[in-house]
């Protein structure tokens, strides 16, 4: 076993305490790979700000749960040799079952996410108190999930949204102990979140519920998972170099940056990566089909990142500047 604090890492509770009364979102930013994972401590460490680093047990799985430990302990010791003087926690993003929060806190996790919303309200509250009391005992921060979110991330699918129940909250919060809370108000998994015909009909998210799990929650976590904006830029490129991802929509930015108003204090980005690591690659291979060097064609796509990760927090997550007060 290994402490998150022995390889260097944060825990989630400073930020989320600064990031409320600094009205900031903390960015919860997932990678699958090394490249991903460098591009998202060079973004956040040029723009001075805090940052999540979330991992899905698929992608967990795919790297290698030995591998993942030294990856991050590895990008801390990057981050001080580069002078980014950011906190940097390492996330369990959608957990689904006691062991695998558990495997996670052992080797090194800061922080991990329970999500039983598509489970019997006892069950989920069951589970993630469970979980609580293990992680509490370490100095490792819980999030559990109230409401379900539609679309696909990882093992999590459902076809349809069930908005947070702000009746629950309260009750839920205060059984489970967790930390923080993500809540369901329109958000969704996924490249494809809306059906709608163009960017312009998209729905605003139901504020409504926020404000009201804000009342009565008061000066606590409150999570938004499936947070990617999809930037037609790179759907349009995608598309131009043979992909099919039509009517793909995201969370406009301005509705984001609303959200942080009103206490969302994490908000997590993964689809956009996969956009831009897909447009970057087509688009290098399309018009370079003599290169077989993958470091060409992944540098490409982690250096378009970087700037989507710098844009991202300095102009709709406000988290730029932030780490000098955490």
Do not use: W
């Not at 040029?46 to 940052?51: A, C, I, L, Y």
């Not at 589970?127 to 999590?156: P, W």
């Not at 998209?202 to 938004?224: A, C, M, N, S, T």
């Not at 969302?264 to 399309?286: E, G, H, P, Q, Y």
């Amino acid at each position: 076993m290994v402490s998150y604090k022995e390889l260097g890492l944060s825990s989630t509770k400073k930020m989320f305490e600064v990031a409320l009364e600094r009205k900031f979102a903390v960015p919860g930013y997932n990678f699958s790979n090394l490249e991903q994972l460098q591009a998202i401590v060079i973004g956040c460490g040029e723009v001075n700000s805090p940052v999540i680093l979330q991992n899905s047990p698929s992608a967990r799985k795919y790297a290698n749960q030995t591998i993942v430990r030294y990856l991050a302990q590895g990008v801390v010791e990057m981050a001080r040799n580069q002078n980014y003087d950011i906190p940097i926690a390492l996330h369990l993003d959608h957990g689904n079952s006691f062991e695998l929060a558990k495997s996670c806190i052992d080797t090194g996790f800061s922080s991990v996410m329970f999500d039983g919303s598509h489970m019997k309200y006892e069950e989920n509250i069951e589970i993630t108190k469970k979980i609580v009391e293990y992680a509490h005992e370490r100095d490792v921060s819980v999030e559990a999930e109230l409401g379900v979110i539609a679309g696909i991330e990882g093992h999590v699918k459902a076809d349809k949204h069930f908005y947070t129940d702000p009746d629950q909250v309260e009750d839920f919060v205060n059984r489970t102990s967790c930390d923080s809370l993500a809540i369901a108000i329109g958000t969704s998994h996924g490249a494809y979140k809306f059906k709608v015909e163009k960017e312009e009909d998209i729905p605003e998210l139901r504020f409504d519920i926020l404000q009201e799990v804000r009342k009565r929650l008061g000066k606590f976590p409150i999570v938004l998972h499936g947070s990617s904006s999809i930037p037609q830029k790179y759907v349009n490129i995608i598309n131009q170099y043979g992909g099919t991802v039509a009517k793909a929509f995201g969370i406009p930015e301005t509705q984001l940056k609303k959200a942080t108003q009103y206490g969302v204090c994490k908000i997590n980005i993964a689809t956009d990566f996969r956009l831009i690591f897909t447009a970057m690659i087509r688009k290098f291979l399309s018009e370079h089909s003599d290169q077989i060097g993958p470091r060409q064609y992944l540098g490409l796509a982690r250096q378009e990142s970087i700037e989507m990760i710098k844009e991202r927090n300095l102009k709709v997550l406000g988290s730029a500047g932030q780490a000098k007060y955490i």
